[in-house]
């Protein structure tokens, strides 16, 4: 640029950060046209989530921090909520900062808007992809009413549903040649579409953490147990269960498999506890099996499941952003210096797309 590159410091470069940050909304819209442009890219599918990063600081006057659902589990810590659209190639559409105690689903409605009030859509809308956590029936209805399809994962386990009609189960393979079995099923008075996903890899997965559960969860009544037959131990009727009450909360997947049967002396003391599994029958068939959820229709079955797994494209960009990026954690004391680091972690990813994108062309998918 002809700038004396001795009277650069690092003062000069937290203001120029503060400046670009000024101009986000411009830069954002330029560098969304740009790559479209570049790459004769089209939006029709398009992706919506959100994540958190948290101060090391205790960020005591900031309006932006704030204690909430660590997805690193630092609950220590106040966080920030980074929510993000992104195209199949991983290009940002739009970003938006929430306070850190913003939940997930909350957030749809005004990033949509703003995205509409952007990109103006004149011709069909692009395709919303999302997971479960942002896809309640409130979120989902909103999206009908602004005129975009969508797809997501159901938030319920669906239990009335039957194949549609003409419909046969397709066995497929993911890219780590995994089977997958897909299903086109109905619910009735739903005009949505499903799909019933059942994945061998997902079922082993499940299985192992419901057999790990289990037995943190038996070891747990075993220590109650000792706790009931050994001097000075917890022996009063209420406070063992108020004990099995908390482990129960503890592992709320797998209790409901246990029946439990603690017996008292008549005077508030309890004198033993017993445990027996059953009915796990029921929790193996379930295993592995998620609905796919969309306004989509006449598309088949591997389409659709093709569709919803670009989402992976977006978990990608997080990882991108928090780990090479270093937006994970934030180090700065002030909102301004906090918003403006987290804007250049953006645009630097920016550049990263760009790059992966012209090497995934030769056929290079490195990260």
């Not at 950060?17 to 046209?33: A, V």
């Amino acid at each position: 640029t002809g700038y004396d590159i001795e009277k650069i410091t690092k003062d000069k470069l937290y203001g120029i950060t503060k400046k670009l940050y000024q101009e986000k909304e411009g830069l954002e819209n330029h560098l969304s046209k740009c790559t479209n442009e570049l790459f004769n890219l089209e939006d029709k599918v398009i992706l919506y989530d959100l994540t958190n990063t948290y101060f090391e600081g205790r960020m005591q006057n900031s309006r932006v921090a704030k204690f909430g659902r660590s997805k690193e589990k630092r609950s220590d810590a106040k966080l920030i909520v980074l929510a993000v659209i992104v195209n199949t190639e991983g290009f940002l559409k739009y970003s938006d900062i929430f306070e850190g105690n913003t939940s997930d689903n909350s957030t749809l409605e005004t990033v949509i808007t703003k995205l509409n009030q952007k990109a103006g859509y004149t011709d069909k809308k692009p395709i919303i992809v999302m997971d479960a956590g942002i896809a309640t029936e409130a979120n989902i209805q909103f999206l009908k009413k602004e005129g975009y399809d969508y797809m997501c994962v159901s938030r319920s386990h669906l239990k009335d549903y039957q194949a549609d009609t003409g419909s046969l189960p397709v066995q497929i393979c993911d890219k780590k040649k995994q089977p997958i079995e897909l299903l086109k099923v109905r619910v009735e008075n739903d005009t949505d579409n499903y799909l019933w996903v059942r994945s061998e890899a997902k079922a082993a997965k499940e299985n192992s953490m419901h057999n790990q559960f289990a037995q943190r969860f038996e070891e747990g009544l075993r220590g109650i147990q000792n706790g009931i037959n050994s001097k000075g131990g917890t022996k009063k009727l209420d406070k063992v269960w108020e004990r099995i009450g908390r482990l129960k909360e503890k592992y709320a997947s797998v209790h409901q498999y246990y029946e439990i049967k603690v017996s008292d002396n008549g005077n508030g003391i309890a004198a033993s506890l017993g445990f027996e599994k059953k009915g796990e029958t029921n929790q193996a068939d379930k295993a592995g099996i998620y609905f796919l959820r969309t306004s989509l229709n006449g598309k088949n079955e591997q389409t659709l499941w093709t569709i919803y797994n670009v989402i992976r494209e977006i978990e990608s960009t997080f990882r991108i952003l928090k780990t090479d990026l270093d937006l994970r954690p934030v180090f700065h004391k002030t909102d301004d210096a906090s918003m403006a680091h987290l804007h250049l972690g953006l645009l630097a990813y920016w550049l990263v797309c760009t790059i992966r994108y012209q090497l995934k062309l030769k056929g290079i998918h490195n990260d």
